[in-house]
């Protein structure tokens, strides 16, 4: 294999800095008299937490092993081979870091023929192969495996996926081609496409084994063993493995349709590499592993030379590296520890806190409301939520015992938060309401406590003003649902200290959000660039756009939801209170939509009508509407829409609310469920033209999101 090895030399050279994974091969009697066997192991000699990848050093040692192992096949001396992980990990595919190098589509195309001509001299060997997944098993990981005869699965493992879809990227190294020929078309599109696209959702190994993409499923503790005990018979003859026969017909072509149904609901043909993936699988339906490797190879070339992997790719790192340490954050060791939590009201936004915080921290939190009834609805919302969580097996009765125990509501302030160390504020939105709550509650605390608010588009520091220890106040914005959405926007006002910013990002790090440090400046992050982007899309149909090409003509973003469908996620009537703040703080920028005021006034609770399960326009909300004369096309609209964007980001980094653009990436792909494959926003404008002719500049250097020069 002297071609395989030079290509793999040519490409390490590429890639210095690999984490280089070793392949073991050790020899074992298997029980039963079943012959020696040869066992390889990935390892890359770090522990759990770095999972083993495969650069091109890793791939050639890999294959270095199956050299052996060849010649032990074929000499006789081995009746099987087996490939396993280190443990708690088996693989998790191809070394990011390493592709995201790359400059040339012949250096692309090397990564995935490297990959194939490893992994399918597993299936060529003069014995039978096995894989034991027992740990997470990711991309290439997972390929590897499916290059073996047979497999099996730990019912511990906790993650495994094959997540390039998500990223920008196909299964490259055989997943497209040899997935659907394994369990059939349809569970193919299921694991390569509806749960990348679906937030990189993970099997666990209960579902790997029920899917048939393992062969038998054994405990954790003793996974190997009892993996090797099924091999030796397996290998005797004792046990044959039965697979049901794949439907090459109308059902194949249907999983195709279904999976490209998918794609359109989530991208909008935004994005290529579900397409692409697609293609792939449609063409794998006459079992032509050859031809399905090579089309596999050339995707896998033209989309790492794409914008939208190194966007993925981008996006990805934002959220493992920059979102796990915040740019600007105080030194950690300046942080106090919190032992009690209050929370100052108990509407819905206020009991989603308490619960977050009692469930993270583990320690107690009580909520205060100005009459009993509202308080007794938020403690009952937050029992009620524990109890949803021990029906579903997440927590156990005596974790749920004492979550409720923890979480008490109260009418005195001065009682409840007497022994506080962080106090939370989720009250009405309204400066007046917000100082008087903060006054009341600074006059009960220890010094030490943080006073915290959850305010979405107010000062900070107007907030603090009256206070005799304004210092101590922090902003510690939450998105909605708070306990799906990641993000937590930390505000620091114009006297909060070090110690009490400390404070709130080692909370934040307990509560495991994303936190980001944002400057006292209108509406902040997301709710400011959202508000103008918004504000546009409301201008276009105030001036005479029809409601539907506004809407469409934001397609192409492939972002999760419509700019009016958010609008009703959000509240119309909360979308024009921060335009209003916005409006009073930049008026020649932000506007206020009479006809968004119209609906608010009206009670509707959004533009739309979902009695068909499809979004139709409301004929009351229509007949709210007065509009101009003014029709614009949706490029028109996207142009508009996206120039606007582009200038307030351009104006927010001048203003320093965050330290780089790429803090306004991490704001809302985390908070606003802004594409991955988009790499937040800015990459997008950059690649579009839309930051040059805006801001007369890029936001991102070359080969930050996109092709190194």
């Known amino acids: 294999m002297t071609n395989t090895a030079e290509l793999l030399k040519g490409a390490a050279e590429l890639f210095p800095g690999e984490v280089v994974t070793q392949a073991h091969v050790r020899h074992l009697d298997l029980p039963q008299d079943a012959g020696r066997f040869a066992l390889i192991t990935l390892d890359n000699g770090l522990d759990h937490t770095k999972p083993t990848t495969f650069g091109p050093a890793s791939l050639a040692n890999l294959n270095s092993a199956i050299d052996q192992v060849e010649k032990e096949a074929a000499d006789g001396e081995i009746t099987g081979v087996g490939i396993t992980g280190k443990p708690f990990i088996f693989a998790v595919g191809a070394d990011l870091k390493g592709v995201e190098l790359l400059k040339r589509h012949e250096d692309a195309l090397a990564i995935g023929k490297g990959g194939h001509d490893v992994f399918k001299r597993l299936s060529a060997l003069a014995v039978p192969t096995f894989a034991y997944y027992n740990g997470a098993a990711m991309g290439g990981g997972v390929e590897v495996g499916l290059h073996c005869a047979y497999r099996t699965v730990s019912a511990a ?232 969580l021990l029906l579903k097996g997440r927590i156990n009765q005596d974790k749920a015992n004492r979550l409720k125990a923890a979480v008490t509501g109260s009418l005195d302030k001065a009682a409840a938060f007497s022994d506080a160390d962080f106090v939370i504020e989720a009250v009405f939105e309204e400066m007046g309401v917000k100082q008087k709550v903060f006054a009341e509650v600074e006059a009960v605390v220890p010094e030490h406590a943080i006073l915290a608010t959850n305010t979405s588009s107010l000062s900070v520091s107007e907030m603090a003003s009256q206070l005799k220890h304004p210092e101590r106040v922090v902003g510690f914005h939450f998105f909605n649902p708070v306990a799906i959405l990641p993000l937590l926007e930390i505000v620091r006002g114009a006297k909060t200290d070090d110690a009490s910013l400390a404070t709130a990002f080692g909370v934040a790090k307990k509560l495991k959000k994303t936190a980001v440090l944002v400057k006292d400046a209108p509406a902040f992050v997301v709710n400011r660039i959202l508000t103008r982007f918004m504000g546009e899309i409301q201008n276009v149909i105030d001036e005479g756009t029809p409601v539907d090409v506004a809407e469409r003509a934001i397609e192409p973003l492939g972002l999760p939801m419509s700019p009016l469908v958010l609008l009703e996620l959000v509240g119309p009537a909360i979308g024009l209170h921060v335009s209003e703040t916005l409006h009073g703080a930049f008026p020649d920028r932000f506007t206020v939509s009479e006809n968004l005021r119209r609906v608010v006034e009206a009670g509707k609770r959004g533009f739309y009508v979902h ?70 926003i800015t990459p997008y404008l950059d690649r579009e033209g839309v930051s040059e002719r805006v801001n007369g500049k890029t936001f991102l250097a070359q080969g930050v999101a996109s092709v190194p020069a």
């Open 157 to 388: 493992l906790p993650a495994f996926s094959l997540p390039e879809v998500f990223l920008g990227l196909v299964p490259g190294w055989g997943g497209c081609t040899l997935l659907p020929n394994l369990i059939g078309a349809d569970r193919a599109v299921s694991v390569i496409i509806e749960n990348s696209l679906n937030q990189n959702k993970q099997l666990k190994g209960e579902q790997v084994y029920e899917l048939g993409i393992a062969d038998a499923i054994f405990e954790g503790a003793d996974f190997l063993e009892q993996s090797l005990i099924w091999t030796a018979a397996v290998l005797k003859g004792e046990i044959e493995v039965v697979r049901p026969e794949i439907d090459r017909g109308d059902a194949w072509h249907e999983a195709v349709v279904r999976g490209r149904a998918i794609a359109d609901g989530k991208v909008h043909g935004a994005a290529p590499a579900a397409y692409r993936a697609l293609e792939i699988i449609d063409a794998a339906r006459n079992g032509d592993l050859a031809r399905g490797y090579e089309a596999e190879e050339k995707a896998l070339a033209d989309l790492i030379m794409g914008s939208e992997l190194r966007s993925g790719i981008y996006a990805f790192n934002l959220v493992q590296k920059r979102g796990k340490r915040p740019a600007g954050a105080p030194d950690k060791s300046l942080a106090r520890p919190v032992s009690k939590v209050g929370v100052v009201g108990a509407g819905l936004m206020a009991s989603q806190l308490a619960l977050l915080f009692a469930r993270r921290l583990e320690v107690p939190v009580v909520l205060t409301d100005i009459d009993q009834e509202r308080v007794d609805k938020g403690v009952g919302y937050v029992h009620g939520e524990i109890d949803k």
């Open 611 to 680: 009695d068909s399960g499809e979004p139709k326009l409301d004929p009351e909300v229509a007949a709210l509407l007065q509009q101009g004369d003014t029709v614009l096309t949706e490029e028109q609209v996207r142009a508009r829409v996206l120039d606007a964007v582009a200038q307030e980001i351009g104006l927010m980094l001048e203003e320093g609310v965050v330290a780089e653009a790429q803090d306004i990436d991490l704001c809302l792909i985390t908070g606003a469920g802004w594409p991955f494959h988009l790499g937040g």
